[in-house]
């Protein structure tokens, strides 16, 4: 696999800083959706980057570290619970994206999203890759960073809301949590437009 594939198709276009990015934390029922934003020193491949999906926690954690040590520019943003629940998780997901790209200090000439749709209001021209987080070496490396940092947020919110067990589903669906929401009630970090279905009247 070339994970530079989409970066040299940018530079042989005349764009050599290129920006990748990518979202975690779209499906959870709790907790902010966060972006990320990284721009890779032409021709770089970290070792051992990874659609974060596939690496363990410990191996995140790890690439965090190497990762924004290397980067020319890096950036992590989120939208609120508040503001996924108000318009809603797609456009939420555009607002941490674009404010993880405005956070960079260096501003990119070409930008790789994950996914296959572009946030409406970005800086520089941009390409949308179905699963860019798997073929892109900048996109990987944003997909990192974003899960980590979701991540760590998750586990501090679990020492506040101890009873929701955050830290061990990053408040995802699973049953656990879907149970324990159903014990609890929801928190002031759940978000309310996702447990429509679960609570009813209770949301």
């Known amino acids: 696999m070339d994970w530079l594939e989409y970066e040299k198709k940018a530079i042989e276009r005349g ?3 290129v920006c990748g990015v990518d979202e975690a934390g779209r499906g959870p029922l709790a907790g902010p959706v966060y972006a990320a934003a990284v721009i890779l020193p032409e021709g770089c491949v970290i070792d051992g980057v990874n659609d974060s999906k596939k690496l363990t926690e ?3 954690e790890a ?3 190497v990762i924004v040590e290397t980067a020319l520019s890096w950036c992590v943003a989120s939208a609120s619970v508040e503001e996924i629940d108000e318009v809603n998780i797609l456009n939420a997901t555009y607002l941490a994206m674009e404010r993880a790209v405005a956070g960079l200090d260096v501003t990119p000439q070409y930008i790789l999203v994950d996914g296959n749709r572009l946030p409406p209001h970005l ?3 941009a390409q949308a890759v ?3 987080d798997a073929h892109s070496a900048n996109i990987a490396a944003a997909s990192i960073l974003a899960k980590v940092s979701r991540d760590r947020l998750l586990i501090q919110m679990d020492e506040q809301y101890p009873q929701y067990q955050f830290a061990k589903h990053k408040g995802y669906g699973t049953k656990l949590h ?3 929401i159903l014990q609890y009630g929801p928190s002031p970090v759940h978000r309310k437009t996702f447990l429509t279905k679960l609570l009813g009247d209770r949301t």
């Open 123 to 125: 800086p520089a021209p």
């Open 15 to 17: 764009y050599h800083l």
């Open 130 to 132: 179905v699963k860019g």
């Open 63 to 65: 690439m965090y570290d």
């Open 178 to 180: 879907r149970e324990l």
């Open 58 to 60: 410990k191996k995140r």
